[in-house]
Structure formats: C-alpha cells, structure tokens
Nanobody, 123 residues
Framework: VQLQASGGGLVQAGESLRLSCAASGFSLDAYSIGWVRQAPGKEREAVSC????????YYADSVKGRFTISRDNAKNTIYLQMNSLKPEDTAVYYC?????????????????WGQGTQVTVSS
C-alpha cells in the first residue's frame, strides 16, 4: 500500500513538468489528495489539493494560475501539471492523503505520504 510520486526533473525557468502520484494496493476513489513541497531550509508548503470527486480543488497563491491538479480514478493516479516554472518552485514534491480517507481537501495534517520527487528549476 503506497503512493508513488514521479515526474520530477531539472528544467529551465518558464518550462513545464507534469508530476504523477500513483496509488498501489488501494483505490484512490474515496481519497482527496494533496501535493506538498519542501525546499531546503524552508517549511513544507501545501501546493494543491483535489477532492475525491475532482470537483473541488485548492491552490496556494504561489502557484495559482500556473499549476493544475487533476485525477484519473480509472488509472488510480493524480497529476500536477506545472507550467511557467520558476526557480522558487524548486523543491521536493510529495503527494499525500489521509487514512481513513477524507473526500474533501484538508491541506494539512496528512498522515499517509508518498516518497518525494525532486523538481529543480534553473534560472
């Protein structure tokens, strides 16, 4: 039972990346999922969240208008499309959720985490 984040990499400012968060061992249908990032020397930041239905989303002000979260329950996967990347987006990105599941976004107090994927944006 795990969440597996992938899709990170090294890009230049202005470019795009798409992160994926795939669940194995359980179905994501009933779970809201969040993306949280942590840069060196900084606190964790809740970047985005999507409700279990996909009908409700949340974005931090720092990424609003540039990042888009989505989900494909058939593939048991959550995506974070990141456009117009900036050097300040450099961080390790984690997907996370709650167990037992919560259908609505909470943005914090996640207790089930995937391993992170590194995103590095050069200027």
């Amino acid at each position: 039972v795990q969440l597996q984040a992938s899709g990170g990499g090294l890009v230049q400012a202005g470019e795009s990346l798409r992160l994926s968060c795939a669940a194995s061992g359980f179905s994501l249908d009933a779970y809201s999922i969040g993306w949280v990032r942590q840069a060196p020397g900084k606190e964790r930041e809740a970047v985005s969240c999507i409700s279990s239905s996909g009908g409700s989303t949340y974005y931090a002000d720092s990424v609003k208008g540039r990042f888009t979260i989505s989900r494909d329950n058939a593939k048991n996967t959550i995506y974070l499309q990141m456009n117009s990347l900036k050097p300040e987006d450099t961080a390790v990105y984690y997907c996370a959720t709650h167990k037992p599941p919560r259908r609505l976004c909470t943005r914090s107090n996640y207790d089930f985490w995937g391993q992170g994927t590194q995103v590095t944006v050069s200027s």
